[in-house]
C-alpha cells in the first residue's frame, strides 16, 4: 500500500488500484470544523438545521412511532374481535403507514425538484387508490380480518 498527500492536504492510500480516504481523515471532514490544510468551503452537517421545522419534524417522528404501535394493537384486537370498525381502523392505518415509509424512499432516492414533486404526488395517488380499494373491500366484501382469517384456513 502506497501513500500519497495531495496538494489540499488530504491523505490519499494507494491499493489494488483504488484511491480511498483514510477513516481519520473522513470523520475529521464531517466535524463543522475545517481539516487543516483542508481549502474547500463545504461541510457535511450531522446535525439538523437551525432554522428548519424542528418542532413538525419532532411531531411527525413521534406520529410514525404511534401509528406504528397503533398497528402492533390492531394486529392481534383485528383477530380477537373482527369488526368493520376494526377493518376501516386497519385500512386506515396501514395505508398511512405504508404512504410514510414509501415517502421517506421518495425522499431519500428520488432527486430534482420536478421528478420529486411527481413522485410524491404519484405516491398520494397510490396512497389514495389503496384506501379507497381497501374501504371498498371492507364495505363490500368480507373485510380484512376475516379475508386473512380465511387464507389461514387454505
Not at 490544510?37 to 428548519?52: A, F, K, Y
Request: with cysteine; glycine share 8%; charged share 15%.
Amino acid at each position: 500500500m502506497l501513500e500519497s498527500v495531495n496538494k489540499s492536504g488530504w491523505r490519499l492510500a494507494f491499493c489494488q488500484r483504488e484511491w480511498f480516504v483514510k477513516p481519520a481523515h473522513i470523520s475529521a471532514f464531517l466535524q463543522d470544523r475545517p481539516t487543516p490544510g483542508w481549502t474547500g468551503t463545504q461541510h457535511i452537517h450531522l446535525s439538523p438545521n437551525r432554522h428548519s421545522g424542528f418542532k413538525a419534524a419532532s411531531l411527525h417522528w413521534t406520529s410514525e412511532r404511534a401509528v406504528s404501535v397503533l398497528l402492533l394493537g390492531l394486529l392481534p384486537a383485528e383477530y380477537l374481535n373482527p369488526c368493520s370498525a376494526m377493518d376501516y381502523s386497519l385500512a386506515a392505518v396501514l395505508t398511512l403507514h405504508s404512504h410514510w415509509g414509501l415517502g421517506q424512499v421518495v425522499t431519500d432516492y428520488v432527486h430534482g425538484d420536478a421528478s420529486q414533486k411527481a413522485a410524491k404526488a404519484g405516491l398520494l395517488a397510490l396512497s389514495a387508490l389503496t384506501f379507497a380499494g381497501l374501504c371498498f373491500f371492507n364495505y363490500h366484501d368480507v373485510g380484512i380480518c376475516k379475508a386473512i382469517a380465511m387464507l389461514w384456513k387454505l
